[in-house]
């Protein structure tokens, strides 16, 4: 039976899935920043903008802290990192599909001076 | 205003979000595979398989034709690239902050011999 990966890729990918999420990770992917610089780029309320990083932290993606009456998120680069590995190990198996297929081609293909 | 990525992507991270579904793209990043084939190793009624591959149809991720009564299912190697693409333009971002990191560190930290 195939190996499940778990529930931390389930949940990255499901954070990842909406639009509002993928550019709160775009600006974070930029640096830190705080609820209100991420809020307000973005065609939503703050309070959409919580519940949106909400998401984003219980995914893993996103941590964040409050000094004061300010909370900056920070992006977890281990939790993408962990997405973007699944997606190139994919790409590894299809790439070497790929080479099999043209070496097998370049094997039994006619070719000039061959016996 | 950042950019919305649309469509495309959302359904693209939405279909990677279940298990089953990611052990079917892995098994199709090896090669194509029938839907028998791709159903064997699953925990999951036949059924159920059809209904996930209905959604990484929709989302772009596979693509199937039939032949007779034997449905063969292939991995759309461009939408899995998308999805790669995404993600490593989000680490080129961070890799940049860090390394700006380390440079304003370098340029800041006493040094032996500096005026």
């Known amino acids: 039976m195939l190996q499940y990966q778990g529930q931390p890729l389930d949940l990255a990918f499901q ?6 999420r993928r550019a709160m990770v775009e600006r ?19 309070s ?8 984003l932290e219980e995914a893993g993606l996103v941590t964040s802290e409050k000094t004061g009456r300010v909370r900056t ?10 997405v973007e ?6 790409r590894r198996f299809w790439e070497q599909q790929y080479d099999n297929l043209e070496a097998y081609l370049a094997r ?4 000039e001076g061959r016996t």
Do not use: F, I, N, Y
């Not at 954070?15 to 509002?20: E, I, V």
């Not at 959409?48 to 998401?55: D, F, I, P, T």
């Open 15 to 20: 954070a990842l899935s909406d639009p509002g």
């Open 28 to 46: 974070l992917s930029r640096g830190p920043a705080t609820v209100s610089e991420l809020a307000a780029p973005l065609p939503m309320t703050l």
């Open 48 to 55: 959409a903008v919580v519940q949106h990083l909400k998401v």
């Open 73 to 82: 998120c920070t992006l977890d680069v281990a939790a993408m990192t962990q």
């Open 85 to 90: 590995r699944w997606v190139a190990e994919r």
């Open 108 to 111: 039994t293909a006619p070719e």
